[in-house]
Protein backbone atom coordinates (compact mmCIF):
# COMPACT_ATOMS: atom_id res chain seq x y z
CA UNK A 1 0.00 0.00 0.00
CA UNK A 2 2.96 2.34 1.30
CA UNK A 3 4.24 1.18 -2.14
CA UNK A 4 1.45 3.08 -4.36
CA UNK A 5 1.28 6.05 -2.09
CA UNK A 6 4.78 6.63 -2.54
CA UNK A 7 5.06 5.80 -6.14
CA UNK A 8 1.60 6.52 -8.06
CA UNK A 9 2.69 5.18 -11.59
CA UNK A 10 5.06 2.47 -12.72
CA UNK A 11 6.74 4.28 -15.69
CA UNK A 12 6.88 8.12 -16.18
CA UNK A 13 7.06 9.23 -19.74
CA UNK A 14 7.96 12.49 -21.48
CA UNK A 15 6.41 13.39 -24.63
CA UNK A 16 7.20 16.76 -26.49
CA UNK A 17 4.95 18.03 -28.66
CA UNK A 18 6.93 20.55 -31.75
CA UNK A 19 5.73 22.00 -34.98
CA UNK A 20 5.15 25.38 -36.45
CA UNK A 21 3.20 27.52 -34.53
CA UNK A 22 -0.51 27.50 -34.61
CA UNK A 23 -0.95 23.79 -36.00
CA UNK A 24 -2.67 23.38 -32.55
CA UNK A 25 -0.55 21.99 -30.24
CA UNK A 26 -1.75 23.52 -27.54
CA UNK A 27 -5.21 22.59 -28.16
CA UNK A 28 -4.19 18.97 -28.43
CA UNK A 29 -2.54 18.91 -25.25
CA UNK A 30 -5.19 20.82 -23.31
CA UNK A 31 -7.93 18.13 -25.23
CA UNK A 32 -5.70 15.00 -23.94
CA UNK A 33 -5.17 15.92 -20.40
CA UNK A 34 -8.10 18.39 -19.11
CA UNK A 35 -10.80 17.54 -22.46
CA UNK A 36 -10.58 21.70 -23.09
CA UNK A 37 -10.22 23.48 -26.38
CA UNK A 38 -9.86 27.08 -26.58
CA UNK A 39 -10.56 28.86 -29.71
CA UNK A 40 -9.17 31.14 -29.03
CA UNK A 41 -5.98 29.73 -27.67
CA UNK A 42 -3.09 32.12 -27.57
CA UNK A 43 0.74 31.08 -29.09
CA UNK A 44 2.77 29.52 -26.58
CA UNK A 45 5.36 31.34 -24.84
CA UNK A 46 8.64 28.97 -24.29
CA UNK A 47 7.56 26.05 -22.74
CA UNK A 48 4.51 24.56 -21.20
CA UNK A 49 3.72 20.81 -19.59
CA UNK A 50 0.64 18.76 -18.23
CA UNK A 51 0.27 15.38 -17.00
CA UNK A 52 -2.30 12.68 -17.18
CA UNK A 53 -2.05 9.20 -16.03
CA UNK A 54 -3.33 6.07 -17.95
CA UNK A 55 -3.44 2.55 -17.87
CA UNK A 56 -1.38 0.25 -20.69
CA UNK A 57 -1.46 -3.21 -20.57
CA UNK A 58 -1.82 -3.42 -16.62
CA UNK A 59 0.93 -0.95 -15.84
CA UNK A 60 -0.17 3.41 -14.95
CA UNK A 61 1.62 5.38 -17.06
CA UNK A 62 2.34 8.37 -16.67
CA UNK A 63 2.52 10.92 -19.22
CA UNK A 64 4.35 14.20 -18.76
CA UNK A 65 3.49 16.45 -22.20
CA UNK A 66 5.36 19.26 -22.67
CA UNK A 67 4.43 21.85 -25.14
CA UNK A 68 7.23 23.76 -27.15
CA UNK A 69 6.99 27.39 -28.38
CA UNK A 70 6.63 26.87 -32.28
CA UNK A 71 8.26 30.72 -32.79
CA UNK A 72 11.32 30.77 -34.21
CA UNK A 73 12.64 32.74 -31.35
CA UNK A 74 12.13 30.35 -29.25
CA UNK A 75 13.48 27.95 -30.37
CA UNK A 76 16.94 28.22 -28.75
CA UNK A 77 14.87 28.00 -25.53
CA UNK A 78 13.27 25.01 -26.12
CA UNK A 79 15.78 22.68 -27.50
CA UNK A 80 17.37 21.88 -24.53
CA UNK A 81 13.45 20.17 -23.66
CA UNK A 82 14.35 17.44 -25.75
CA UNK A 83 16.32 16.16 -23.74
CA UNK A 84 15.30 13.02 -21.63
CA UNK A 85 12.25 13.11 -24.27
CA UNK A 86 11.32 9.49 -25.15
CA UNK A 87 8.51 10.90 -27.66
CA UNK A 88 7.47 13.30 -29.83
CA UNK A 89 4.61 14.40 -31.34
CA UNK A 90 5.30 16.15 -34.62
CA UNK A 91 2.36 17.94 -35.63
CA UNK A 92 1.26 20.18 -38.68
CA UNK A 93 -2.04 21.92 -40.12
CA UNK A 94 -3.53 20.00 -42.54
CA UNK A 95 -4.68 23.46 -44.05
CA UNK A 96 -1.35 24.97 -44.44
CA UNK A 97 0.88 23.01 -46.79
CA UNK A 98 3.82 25.28 -45.54
CA UNK A 99 3.51 23.92 -41.57
CA UNK A 100 3.95 19.97 -43.58
CA UNK A 101 7.11 21.34 -45.61
CA UNK A 102 8.68 22.89 -43.11
CA UNK A 103 8.09 18.89 -41.00
CA UNK A 104 11.53 17.59 -42.74
CA UNK A 105 13.43 20.81 -40.50
CA UNK A 106 11.80 19.67 -37.51
CA UNK A 107 12.58 16.11 -37.72
CA UNK A 108 16.32 16.94 -38.19
CA UNK A 109 16.38 19.45 -35.22
CA UNK A 110 14.69 16.89 -32.91
CA UNK A 111 17.15 14.32 -33.84
CA UNK A 112 19.46 16.62 -33.62
CA UNK A 113 18.79 17.18 -29.65
CA UNK A 114 16.30 14.41 -28.81
CA UNK A 115 17.39 10.75 -27.99
CA UNK A 116 18.30 8.58 -31.12
CA UNK A 117 15.93 6.30 -29.76
CA UNK A 118 12.92 8.47 -29.42
CA UNK A 119 9.59 7.29 -30.54
CA UNK A 120 8.12 9.85 -33.00
CA UNK A 121 4.56 10.14 -34.46
CA UNK A 122 3.27 12.81 -37.02
CA UNK A 123 0.04 14.77 -36.78
CA UNK A 124 -1.90 16.00 -39.14
CA UNK A 125 -3.97 18.31 -37.40
CA UNK A 126 -7.03 19.98 -37.92
CA UNK A 127 -9.13 17.44 -39.58
CA UNK A 128 -11.99 19.02 -39.33
CA UNK A 129 -11.42 21.39 -41.64
CA UNK A 130 -11.28 18.73 -44.81
CA UNK A 131 -12.83 21.73 -46.81
CA UNK A 132 -10.05 23.58 -46.43
CA UNK A 133 -7.33 20.60 -46.63
CA UNK A 134 -3.96 21.76 -48.71
CA UNK A 135 -1.96 18.39 -47.66
CA UNK A 136 -3.55 14.96 -48.78
CA UNK A 137 -3.74 11.88 -46.17
CA UNK A 138 -1.82 9.79 -48.80
CA UNK A 139 1.25 12.47 -48.98
CA UNK A 140 1.65 12.80 -45.52
CA UNK A 141 1.43 8.85 -44.94
CA UNK A 142 4.38 8.57 -47.65
CA UNK A 143 6.51 10.68 -46.05
CA UNK A 144 6.07 8.91 -42.25
CA UNK A 145 6.67 5.82 -44.35
CA UNK A 146 9.99 7.12 -45.46
CA UNK A 147 11.21 8.71 -42.44
CA UNK A 148 10.16 5.58 -40.35
CA UNK A 149 7.45 7.60 -38.30
CA UNK A 150 3.83 6.68 -37.09
CA UNK A 151 0.97 8.61 -38.31
CA UNK A 152 -2.84 10.18 -37.62
CA UNK A 153 -4.98 12.79 -38.40
CA UNK A 154 -6.21 14.84 -35.51
CA UNK A 155 -8.83 16.90 -34.57
CA UNK A 156 -8.16 18.86 -31.10
CA UNK A 157 -11.74 20.98 -31.82
CA UNK A 158 -13.89 17.78 -32.70
CA UNK A 159 -11.44 15.68 -30.25
CA UNK A 160 -10.80 12.90 -33.29
CA UNK A 161 -7.49 10.57 -32.84
CA UNK A 162 -6.35 12.45 -29.71
CA UNK A 163 -6.86 9.83 -27.06
CA UNK A 164 -5.64 7.14 -30.04
CA UNK A 165 -2.27 9.39 -30.84
CA UNK A 166 -1.37 9.16 -26.97
CA UNK A 167 -2.43 5.62 -26.67
CA UNK A 168 -0.52 4.62 -29.63
CA UNK A 169 2.90 6.62 -28.80
CA UNK A 170 2.92 5.51 -25.16
CA UNK A 171 1.93 1.44 -25.58
CA UNK A 172 4.81 2.01 -28.58
CA UNK A 173 7.43 3.74 -25.61
CA UNK A 174 6.20 1.05 -23.28
CA UNK A 175 7.18 -1.91 -25.44
CA UNK A 176 10.74 -0.89 -25.90
CA UNK A 177 10.73 0.31 -22.17
CA UNK A 178 9.79 -2.90 -20.83
CA UNK A 179 11.46 -5.02 -23.58
CA UNK A 180 15.34 -3.26 -22.62
CA UNK A 181 14.30 -4.02 -18.88
CA UNK A 182 13.69 -7.70 -19.74
CA UNK A 183 16.65 -7.72 -21.93
CA UNK A 184 18.91 -5.94 -19.04
CA UNK A 185 17.01 -7.99 -16.43
CA UNK A 186 18.18 -11.65 -18.47
CA UNK A 187 21.86 -10.31 -19.36
CA UNK A 188 22.26 -9.57 -15.72
CA UNK A 189 21.39 -12.63 -14.65
CA UNK A 190 23.09 -14.58 -17.47
CA UNK A 191 25.99 -12.77 -16.64
CA UNK A 192 25.83 -13.09 -13.06
CA UNK A 193 25.13 -16.85 -13.32
CA UNK A 194 28.04 -17.65 -15.52
CA UNK A 195 30.12 -15.08 -13.52
CA UNK A 196 29.33 -17.11 -10.53
CA UNK A 197 29.50 -20.76 -11.97
CA UNK A 198 33.10 -20.21 -13.37
CA UNK A 199 34.34 -18.77 -9.85
CA UNK A 200 33.01 -21.60 -8.18
CA UNK A 201 33.69 -24.29 -10.54
CA UNK A 202 37.21 -22.94 -11.15
CA UNK A 203 37.76 -23.01 -7.26
CA UNK A 204 36.43 -26.89 -7.06
CA UNK A 205 38.95 -28.40 -9.55
CA UNK A 206 41.91 -26.29 -8.69
CA UNK A 207 41.91 -27.55 -4.85
CA UNK A 208 40.28 -31.23 -6.15
CA UNK A 209 43.66 -31.07 -8.12
CA UNK A 210 46.16 -30.19 -5.58
CA UNK A 211 44.50 -32.35 -3.20
CA UNK A 212 44.68 -35.42 -5.46
CA UNK A 213 48.11 -34.09 -6.51
CA UNK A 214 49.50 -33.93 -3.16
CA UNK A 215 48.31 -37.18 -1.81
CA UNK A 216 49.53 -38.99 -4.16
Do not use: P
Amino acid sequence: MAHRVDHEYDYLFKIVLIGDSGVGKSNILSRFTRNEFSLESKSTIGVEFATRTLQIEGKTIKAQIWDTAGQERYRAITSAYYRGAVGALLVYDITKSQTFENIQRWLRELRDHADSNIVIMMIGNKSDLNHLRSVSEDEAQGLAEKEGLSFLETSALESVNIEKAFQTILSQIYHITSKKALAAQEAAGTTGTQFQGTTINVADSSGNSRRTCCST
